[in-house]
């Protein structure tokens, strides 16, 4: 059964102790979220012409972001200001029937937009920096 797109949320967590709350950013129009799994090459002349990767190798990263009007609420602020400082704070993206992906994020980008005759909107990116965990749908 297909889901609607409006329920894929990006949100931004509180950093409260022993449990943490997210709440979404408001203005988005679009998310995404991408898993970055870098491969090892490991072929060599015995593979016959076929390229060999070394399983359980490699980097996994994974970015996520959106774009969105600009509603001035405190977690956009907050991406500004995350952006400049280079902070890592965790967030969560949730699709649903899918599941939620938790972890620490850094802003990697964030851009402001407008036109003379249309309303501000706003780009950001995240980039994961350290385990995400993923919690399937029930």
């Known amino acids: 059964m297909a889901n609607a797109g409006k329920d894929v949320l990006l949100k931004q967590g509180d950093g409260g102790t022993p449990t943490e709350l997210f709440t979404a950013i408001a203005g988005f129009r679009s998310n995404t979220f991408e898993i970055n799994g870098e491969t090892v090459d490991v072929t060599n002349k015995d593979s016959g012409g076929w390229r060999m990767l070394l399983a359980g190798a490699g980097v996994t990263s994974i970015t996520a972001g959106g774009s969105g009007t600009v509603e001035g609420d405190q977690a956009q602020k907050d991406l500004?200001?995350?952006?400049?400082d280079k902070s890592v704070h965790n967030?969560?993206?949730?699709?649903?029937?899918?599941?939620?992906?938790?972890?620490?994020?850094?802003?990697?980008?964030?851009?402001?937009?407008?036109?003379?005759?249309?309303?501000?909107?706003?780009?950001?990116?995240?980039?994961?920096?350290g385990a995400v965990t993923f919690t399937p749908a029930a």
């Open 80 to 84: 500004v200001s995350r952006a400049m």
């Open 91 to 129: 967030y969560e993206m949730t699709v649903p029937g899918l599941g939620a992906f938790t972890g620490p994020f850094q802003v990697a980008t964030f851009s402001d937009a407008g036109e003379f005759n249309g309303e501000a909107t706003f780009d950001v990116s995240l980039e994961s920096a």
